[in-house]
């Protein structure tokens, strides 16, 4: 009898483990990340330490580094970019699995991160499953002129139409590259579980928002209702183009400025939100306010130190009107960076100090260069996308 039992149990082994094997199968999960500079991301990681000393964020952190405190590295989560140069052209291509170092691939410093590092981590977090990131970001793009979508027309201005949807169909034809063999990218795809394109972030608008849109009825601001028409041909091109006609997107709605932003900032935040808002897009479409994580502190500390660099910039004009030899005139700006350091170490407080060496590493329309911004920026992304398909199923 026990050599029954035994073959028994032998079999009943690889009955449970083939049904959990059947169970675990699932598309392997792809979303696309779009935009312009924000979407690069300018946010070295010299930055990260402001992340854990804010108990609001602090959490985050810890997802966001190892045992070591260095950025962790995603086993599970891979990502292909197309990125571009300092001056946006589109000029290479990387792939691996996803870590710091996929922002901005000019001025990399201590290299940077965009909202692709902490979507990737808290898509992984809550899905629990393989995850592919497709991103295709350049700077200094324009939905108008550089993204244009085919359904929106011949654009009115002559001059740009060579130009008009160059990066629409680099995106796409990125897109379609990747998915055309995933395994280059994401050595464990399993082609017969397939892949399921899940989300689109789109995070973009700078160069819209100053560029020639019409002064609105009320001549104060823009009209960007033309924007908010282009933007919704954009999501039925890319749905289309894909094959994805129900593709969940979120709409990652200019932050700059935060709660202080102008009228016109302002006016193209309506206008970004606008196609999320209609019946058209109820439910497929969310967007994700930014400016809830637009780091206000900053703008406090540059408001105090401003005096500071206005008299140091001062002093260095001053300088090289003397013709000193360029070693001289070295020595001379460091002595005065030094001065000024002094005198910020006495102006500031502990904390202040703190944040003016570790929370920023850029200027403000790209979000400060802040991993805090731009990693709450992402995990929110993700969690929206969420709740998208959530909804879907309903």
């Avoid at 689109?200 to 160069?207: D, H, T």
Wanted: contains cysteine; hydrophobic residues 40%.
């Amino acid at each position: 009898m026990k050599p029954l039992r035994t073959a028994f149990t032998v079999l009943l082994s690889i009955l449970a483990t083939i049904v959990a094997t059947s169970a675990q199968a699932k598309p392997l999960k792809v979303f696309i990340l779009a935009g312009q500079s924000n979407m690069e991301g300018h946010a070295q990681t010299m930055t990260f330490p402001a992340i854990a000393k804010d108990p609001a964020t602090a959490g985050m952190y810890k997802a966001m580094v190892d045992a070591d405190g260095k950025p962790v590295v995603c086993d599970d989560v891979h990502i292909a970019y197309s990125f571009g140069n300092f001056s946006g052209d589109p000029v290479g291509k990387k792939s691996g699995k996803l870590t710091a170092g996929y922002g901005s691939q000019h001025h990399v410093g201590t290299g940077k991160i965009g909202p692709e590092f902490t979507f990737g981590i808290y898509m992984h977090k809550i899905l629990k499953e393989p995850v592919l990131l497709i991103k295709g970001a350049w700077g200094g793009k324009s939905l108008l002129v550089d993204f244009r979508p085919p359904s929106a027309g011949e654009i009115p201005d002559e001059k740009s139409r060579e130009k008009a949807g160059i990066y629409y169909k680099l995106l796409i034809e990125h897109v379609k590259e990747v998915l055309a063999d995933p395994k280059k990218v994401y050595p464990d795809y399993n082609a017969k579980d397939g892949f399921e394109l899940a989300g689109f972030a789109w995070f973009q608008g700078f160069n819209d928002m100053v560029g020639p849109y019409p002064r609105a009825k009320t001549g104060k601001v823009k009209d960007f209702s033309e924007y908010s028409r282009l933007l919704s041909c954009f999501i039925r091109d890319v749905r289309k183009d894909l094959s994805a006609p129900n593709l969940p997107f979120v709409i990652g709605v200019m932050g700059v400025g935060g709660d202080t932003a102008n009228e016109g900032t302002l006016a193209f935040r309506k206008g970004m939100a606008a196609p999320a808002e209609t019946a058209e897009f109820k439910g497929n479409v969310a967007n994700v306010h930014t400016a809830k994580y637009w780091p206000r502190e900053l703008d406090d500390l540059l408001a105090k130190t401003q005096p500071f660099k206005k008299q140091l910039a001062d002093k260095k004009k001053q300088l090289k009107k003397l013709n000193m030899k360029r070693q001289d005139l070295r020595k001379a700006e460091i002595k005065l960076n030094e001065e000024m350091r002094a005198d910020l170490i006495k102006a500031l407080t502990t904390d202040e100090l703190f944040l003016l060496d570790h929370g920023m590493s850029n200027r403000g329309f790209h979000y400060y260069g802040s991993a805090k911004c731009l990693g709450q920026i992402g995990k929110a992304f993700a969690e929206t996308l969420i709740e998208l398909k959530k909804d879907e199923k309903k």
